[in-house]
């Protein structure tokens, strides 16, 4: 099963974004993700957190539509996303796709950066998706379409990433390592419609980014 769990960071309207929501088999807000739900007519599956940054409105319209609304105390020790996580886990997730997860509150774009973390322990496919940023964290391999030109940045999210090898990347790798307080892998380039990269070692975040 696939899920989109939409959060309440920030979120620019596009086609790409609509289409992950779509491709998802179940949708969960994440508090405020709610809102964002509601402007693009998507009705989600469950809503879930304290529901301290949701509309009121918009919650008693999902309520009246039939969604499953899982309101928690506001102090609790996991974030909304947090819990909309360990809910699709419980469901029986093998992908999630992050929605407007990351933004202006860093603080909560890093923890849920640690959730790619967390999923890949579990052997559950995570992806941070936004409309200029695709996230992925590796342990071992990843092959990624994309168009000629298109950006990919690869930094270690462990102290060190040992044999990085890549295919399809105009600054290639065969085998370097690459260390947490010095990463050379920014702004690579796809010289290929797919690129793939393969790790020894290590916990390696891959970034594909437009300007």
């Known amino acids: 099963m696939k899920t989109c769990i939409i959060s309440n960071g920030e979120f620019n309207d596009s086609d790409y974004i609509r289409k992950l929501i779509n491709n998802c088999d179940y949708v969960i807000c994440a508090d405020g993700g709610a809102n964002?739900?509601?402007?693009?007519?998507?009705?989600?599956?469950?809503?879930?957190?304290?529901?301290?940054?949701?509309?009121?409105?918009?919650?008693?319209?999902?309520?009246?539509?039939?969604?499953?609304?899982?309101?928690?105390?506001?102090?609790?020790?996991?974030?909304?996303?947090?819990?909309?996580?360990?809910?699709?886990?419980?469901?029986?997730?093998?992908?999630?796709?992050?929605?407007?997860?990351?933004?202006?509150r860093f603080d909560h774009s890093i923890a849920n950066l640690s959730l790619l973390l967390y999923l890949l322990k579990r052997n559950i496919k995570g992806i941070i998706a936004?409309?200029?940023?695709?996230?992925?964290?590796?342990?071992?391999?990843?092959?990624?379409?994309?168009?000629?030109?298109?950006?990919?940045?690869?930094?270690?999210?462990?102290?060190?990433?040992?044999?990085?090898?890549?295919?399809g990347l105009y600054y290639s790798l065969s085998g370097q390592d690459m260390s947490l307080d010095m990463p050379y892998g920014i702004s690579n380039v796809f010289i290929n419609n797919k690129i793939k990269i393969k790790i020894d070692s290590g916990l390696l975040l891959v970034i594909k980014s437009k300007d």
């Open 36 to 104: 964002i739900a509601y402007k693009l007519g998507i009705v989600p599956n469950l809503i879930i957190g304290d529901l301290d940054s949701a509309d009121k409105q918009i919650i008693d319209y999902y309520k009246k539509n039939g969604v499953q609304v899982d309101k928690y105390p506001t102090e609790k020790d996991e974030t909304d996303t947090q819990l909309a996580t360990l809910k699709a886990i419980e469901l029986g997730t093998d992908e999630i796709i992050y929605i407007a997860s990351i933004g202006s």
């Open 130 to 167: 936004s409309e200029k940023n695709e996230i992925h964290l590796i342990d071992r391999s990843l092959e990624l379409e994309g168009k000629i030109g298109d950006i990919v940045s690869l930094i270690p999210y462990s102290t060190v990433v040992k044999g990085i090898y890549t295919d």
